[in-house]
């Protein structure tokens, strides 16, 4: 069965078993071997963040592609992929690309560390745009309701104008 499947150009990998194939195939076929670790590579130190993005999550792809590179048997050392989540940050990470390179020890220049001071700029710039950092959910345990803020006899005007209701009526109504 498997044999009418497979072209013919890879008939010479067809075993007794369709276990021995399969092994066979994964074999030759599973690891992505050199052309594949170079696709990897240059995918990996030509990769540019983008300027609005999270360059953490960017930072977790290149990670990614170095397990990648490791499992073809091209391991790259832990400074080398911290290299390389610096020089895939935009151009006006610049100034914290030069800090970290010059004020980090070698024992400290790990992909943690790096990615641990990308994440704290990355809140820092967020916060100064105006853009919260709080996680939704803690937004919503914060909420307090209409009536909570304003007390129960709070209307809609009341709230847009910043105009607390009167507890009595303003004007005497009624009488002669």
Not at 80 to 101: F, G, K, N, Q, R
Request: hydrophobic letters at 40%; glycine letters at 6%; aromatic letters at 6%.
């Amino acid at each position: 069965m498997i044999r009418l499947r497979l072209g013919a150009t890879y008939l010479s990998h067809v075993k007794a078993t369709a276990k021995l194939t399969l092994t066979a195939l994964k074999n030759t076929f599973g690891t992505p071997g050199r052309v594949g670790a170079l696709v990897e590579m240059r995918s990996m130190f030509q990769h540019r963040m983008k300027p609005n993005s999270n360059p953490v999550h960017e930072a977790n792809n290149l990670i990614q592609c170095a397990a990648r590179l490791s499992t073809a048997g091209f391991a790259l050392t832990d400074g080398l992929i911290a290299m390389a989540i610096l020089m895939a940050l935009p151009l006006d990470w610049e100034t914290t690309v030069s800090t970290l390179c010059s004020t980090l020890d070698d024992a400290s220049f790990t992909v943690a560390s790096i990615t641990s001071h990308i994440n704290c700029e990355y809140m820092r710039r967020q916060a100064t745009r105006g853009k919260s950092t709080i996680s939704l959910q803690d937004r919503i345990s914060e909420r307090t309701s209409f009536a909570a803020e304003y007390g129960p006899d709070a209307t809609l005007v009341s709230r847009l104008t910043n105009v607390k209701p009167a507890i009595r009526p303003s004007y005497q109504g009624g009488g002669n």
